[in-house]
Nanobody, 116 residues
């Protein structure tokens, strides 16, 4: 079945950059909307960015202009380039297959910590 494995998280200083990767298994990747979500302690999980099979993207207002989602269907991989990171970006970031928070598949999550 579909498995999603995130990588690229870590500790970064404010203003720095990280690139998250999500490697997917299965045959449905190229047909699927993919999203990045995040959840900070004490907060609800929220959509960060989403990309459709056709390459259309959507972003949370809080990350517009700073984050870029992309995909490489030949590699079954979706990326999240995060620039100008802020402490409020600190969260566990999850990759998900599917257009909404319901159904689909979730990755295990990767921790992003933005701190001086």
């Amino acid at each position: 079945q579909v498995q999603l494995v995130e990588s690229g998280g870590g500790l970064v200083q404010p203003g720095g950059s990280l690139r998250l990767s999500c490697a997917a298994s299965g045959r449905l990747f190229s047909l699927s909307t993919m999203g990045w979500y995040r959840q900070a302690p004490g907060k609800q999980r929220e959509l960060v960015a989403r990309i459709t099979s056709g390459g259309t993207t959507n972003y949370a207002d809080s990350v517009k202009g700073r984050f870029t989602i992309s995909r490489d269907n030949a590699k079954n991989t979706v990326y999240l380039q995060m620039n100008s990171l802020k402490p409020e970006d600190t969260a566990v970031y999850y990759c998900k297959r599917g257009a909404t928070m319901e159904g689909g598949s979730w990755g295990q999550g990767t921790q992003v910590t933005v701190s001086s």
